[in-house]
Structure formats: C-alpha cells, structure tokens
C-alpha cells in the first residue's frame, strides 16, 4: 500500500514525460483541426453519406456541394462584396494611419504624446457602442445599405491599431536618416514615402494581413449597415441566407463555409509570420 | 533643428484625416449615445428624462441574465491561462514536432466566428459528433442537444470561446518565454526542480506582465466581443438563457426599437470596458517600469 503510494508520487513528480507531452500536444492538435477537417470532409459528401458517415472521410467525394452553392445567385456578388470592402477599408485606414503614425513618431507638436496615449485605448471600445449612434446618422446620410458606410467605420476601427503599429515601428528607425535626408532638400513627405514606407514594410505587412482578417471575418456592422442581400458580404450572407436555406442540407452550407475560409487560410499560409509577430508585438519582454 | 523645415501646422495636416475619421467613428458615438440614453423625443421636442431609461434597463431581468451570461463567460480565463501556460511550455521546450504545433494552434484565429459557430453547432447538437463520441464511450447520459438546452447552452458557446481564444494566449506566452533567461531553468534545475515546480517558480513569476495583459485582454472579449457566437450559435436562445450585454443592446437597439434602453444599457457596457481598459493601462505602466 505504502509502496504504491510512493511510485505514484514519483510517476507524478517526473510529469509529464515525453509520451504525455506528445500526447497533450497531438491532443491538442486534432481539436484545433477537428472543426476544419468536418467541414471540408463533411463538404464533399452527399446528403444520405452525411448522416451515416459524419467522421469519416467522405466515401464517393462529390463537388456537387460546391457546384450549388456557387450557383447560389448572390454568392459571386458577396464574396464580391467583401473582397472589395477589405481592400478598399484596409488601404484607406493604412493611408491614413501612415500619415498619423508619421507625424507622432518624427514630428514636434504640442500635446503629441498625449494625443498618442489617448488614441491607442480606442481598441477596447466595443463595436456595438458605435452601432447605434452610426446607425442613425448614417441613415440620415444614405449611407446604409451603401457600402460607403461599413468602409468609413472599418476604416476609422483600424485606426488606433494601425497608428499604434505603425509609430512604434518608425521610432525605432534612426532619427538620423530623416535629418539627413531633410538636410538634402527632401520634404517631408519624401522622407515619408521615399525612405521610411520601404524600410517599415514588415510593420506594413503585419498590420494589412491582422486589418483584412478582421473585416473579411466582421459580421455586426456589415449586418446592420447592409441590409439588402444584394450588398452583404460573404460572411453575412452565409450565416443569414445560407444558414436558412440550407438547414437540412449541411453538406451544401459546409461548403459555403469552406469558399468563405479559403481566402482567409491562404493568406494565413502566406503571412503567418507577419501575423503573430504583429499580434505579439512588445509582449515578449 | 529639423523644425525650420516643418511648418507649426505640417504635423496637423498629417494627423488630420485620422483626426477626423476617429472623431467621427469613436468620439462623436460615444457623446450621441450618452445624450441618447438621457433624453427622449417627444412631439419632435427632445426631453430631459434623467436616469430613467437607465432605471428601466435595470429593471428588465433579460438586462440581469445578460449580464449574468457575461460574468458566467469570465470563467473561461483561468481556463485560457492555465491551458495557454502549459500548451506554450510544451512547445518552448521543442518538444518534437513543435514547430508544426506551433502554426497549427493559431489557425483558429484567422477562422470567422461565424464559420466557426456554424461548424460547431452542428458538431454539438442532439445527433452531432461530439454526442456520439461521448455514447461510443458509454457516457449516454451525458448526451444532450448542448446548444438547445438552457443548463448547457452558454457553457457550449463558452467552450467554443475558449477554441478561438486559446492560440493567441499560447503565442503571446510562447514570445514572452524565449526571453527569460536560460540560467534561471538551469539554476532550477540544478535545485532539482520538476517540470511543474519550474513552472510554478520560474516561468509563472517571470511572466506575470504578460498574463496579466492577457488575462485583462479577455476580460475585454468576454465583455463586448462575443455577439458573433451568441448570433450564430443561439440568437439568444433555447428562451433568453444566452443573452449577453451586447445581444441586449442590439436586440433592444433593432428588433425592438427601444434606442433609448439600448443606449442606457450600451453606456453601462462603456463603462465596464474602461475600467478595464484603466485597469489595462495602469499594468502596462507598471510593467514599463519594472522592465526598464
């Protein structure tokens, strides 16, 4: 009895050994991927296969999922919709967050530094605050069901972020190189666009890949400030139309979900990098 | 010296499209919406009404399990940290395979909610995998439509939280670790310290900073950033049982044109995320001074 005790508290004392860490990890692993391995598997089945084989890999792969659902009337125009709207909000909020951040890190002005510290806690506003109040002056300004306005709010959203980023990137370039180059007869819009957007292209990259997941992801304000099912976007109209009409059909919605995540996944393979670094920036000291 | 070449208003003209943008998309919501929650239009004629939408608000028991469902959501953060804690330990100390560990786990992140929400409501529901699995292994009793019955349904939304969220705690944890020195392992070591008590006397105490800034980051999400799942998951039901703060203020707000409860209730929800966002600063301003 004694002795028992004893190998079991040894037994705990060396875990977890190298199985159970393995373990754990692969554990892990397959309940990250799980969601995403029964979508795709379950997107290529056919209806009677779903309900008999939902684990399993589908038996007789079909695409006749994806061939419905790209004939869905208004898929083409969301999936449309969103690639325009991330675009178009992400490059308007990086513009102008390139002019702000610059002027923060390597301009002197009165309140500078206060102005800053007043900006970045803008991030923790919830979005449904701003709802309201946008709603109705939007309104007023035909700019629901417009997609003029979801592009104004996703642009102002990115913006504390975006500054935030971006000017702790330009301090740490040597002040020396603007001197330098406004010594040269450089204005300061050269030294901007000439010498400091090359040099901050990691930062740039970063905060491209984090604001396009977001608004490709968002769904309140594209919700409410788009009502008609022509000007949804992708993530809208799947989880408004699709989820209705296609209830008793999951193997057909699993592959709308599967066309609304590839963009997303690809651009996750390519700037994975980006991305975390981005997220984790000034948290690993 | 530079300043001869910048005239006083070159840094305004710079600031002033994301001056401009921001007053409009963060300032200007935030004063309508408090003026909104005290006033009334009557006959065309805005009137004073005082705190009375916000009394009303109060009094509405949806608005209390609201709020209760947003409390009940903070339990997942010790949950995220602990599992954050360990999962990131796992893959610092290269235990095989960890690099493809490490891409794998932050692939939720880049997920939408929505996607995600839709994929696991039907994973978790009456004839989903996840029952299946739990009868396979003879736990039948268990088995229930986790999303349609009142008892379990925000746990199962919780659950679903915790999926998204947990990536980005292993990453931020991941970065922290690889600067804490390697000798105070080493030293620990040489004490004869074991993985759990390197974890507890080494790990945990140099990283405090960044859980705390985690833990506070939650604390945000849990508030005012899970209106997705509950839309997707739930929409509020089986009856009012997964309403949270934010579904309350948009049911109020759209459904119900009630704009005035709504607004009350969205200054409350203003007011919790800056304590939490002062709570948020006063800690990165400690941190900055400990660290140098």
């Known amino acids: 009895m004694k002795s028992s005790n004893l190998i079991n508290f040894q037994r705990l004392k060396r875990l977890p050994s190298g199985l159970v860490k393995q373990l754990a990890l692969i554990l892990l692993s397959l309940l990250t991927l799980f969601p995403l391995y029964f979508m795709i598997t379950n997107s290529f089945k056919v209806q009677d296969e779903f309900f008999n084989n939902l684990l399993g890999l589908p038996q007789n792969p079909i695409l006749g999922n994806f061939t419905k659902i790209l004939q869905h009337p208004n898929l083409g125009r969301w999936f449309f919709n969103s690639i325009l709207l991330t675009t178009g909000s992400v490059m308007v909020s990086t513009i102008i967050a390139i002019l702000a951040a610059y002027a923060f890190a390597l301009m002197r002005f009165p309140g500078r530094d206060t102005l800053f510290n007043l900006i970045t806690p803008l991030m923790v506003i919830p979005p449904i605050v701003m709802v309201i109040p946008m709603f109705v002056l939007f309104r007023q300004l035909r700019l629901v069901n417009n997609p003029g306005g979801p592009l104004i709010i996703y642009s102002g959203l990115m913006l504390p972020f975006t500054i935030y980023l971006l000017r702790n990137f330009f301090v740490t370039i040597p002040k020396e190189i603007q001197d330098a180059a406004l010594i040269d007869g450089c204005t300061e819009f050269q030294v901007l666009t000439k010498i400091y957007l090359p040099l901050s292209r990691p930062a740039l990259v970063t905060s491209i890949i984090v604001n396009a997941v977001w608004v490709w992801n968002e769904l309140l304000i594209a919700l409410v400030f788009l009502q008609t099912e022509e000007l949804r976007t992708l993530i809208v109209g799947i989880t408004t139309s699709l989820q209705k009409r296609f209830t008793l059909d999951v193997p057909s919605l699993m592959a709308g979900l599967a066309v609304a995540t590839i963009p997303m996944i690809i651009l996750y393979i390519i700037g994975q990098n980006a991305l975390v670094r981005g997220l984790v920036a000034g948290h690993d000291k | 010296m530079h300043r001869s070449f910048q005239s006083k208003y070159t840094p305004y003209l710079y600031l002033s499209p994301a001056l401009i943008l921001i007053t409009l ?180 105490p140099q990283m405090t900073t ?29 009856g009012n049982s997964t309403w949270v703060l934010e579904y309350f203020i948009y049911q109020k707000a759209f459904p119900y044109s009630q704009m005035q409860i709504a607004s009350a209730a969205a200054v409350m929800l203003l007011i919790f995320a800056f304590l939490l966002m002062f709570m948020q600063a006063r800690l990165r301003h400690q941190g900055e001074g400990v660290e140098g």
């Open chain 2, 25 to 204: 998309v963060f300032v200007y919501p935030v004063f309508d919406l408090i003026r909104r929650s005290l006033t009334k239009l009557v006959d065309g004629a805005t009137t004073w009404t005082g705190l009375i939408a916000y009394q009303n608000a109060l009094r509405d028991p949806i608005f209390w399990t609201s709020f209760s469902n947003n409390l009940r959501l903070l339990i997942s953060i010790p949950i995220l940290v602990v599992l954050s804690l360990i999962f990131s330990s796992l893959i610092f100390e290269r235990t095989g395979g960890w690099r493809y560990y490490r891409s794998l786990i932050f692939i939720p992140y880049v997920l939408a909610i929505p996607v995600v929400g839709i994929v696991f409501s039907y994973i978790l529901q009456a004839n989903g995998v996840f029952n299946q699995i739990l009868r396979s292994i003879g736990l039948d009793s268990l088995a229930r439509e986790w999303l349609g019955t009142s008892a379990t349904a925000i746990w199962a939304i919780m659950f679903v939280v915790i999926w998204k969220e947990l990536g980005f705690g292993i990453v931020l944890f991941l970065a922290r670790m690889s600067s804490i020195s390697e000798e105070l392992y080493d030293a620990a070591k040489l004490d004869g310290a074991g993985w759990w008590q390197q974890m507890v006397y080494v790990t945990i």
């Open chain 2, 210 to 238: 960044v859980i705390e800034f985690y833990i506070i980051i939650n604390m945000i999400t849990m508030l005012s950033w899970v209106f997705s799942y509950v839309l997707v998951m739930t929409k509020g039901g089986p």
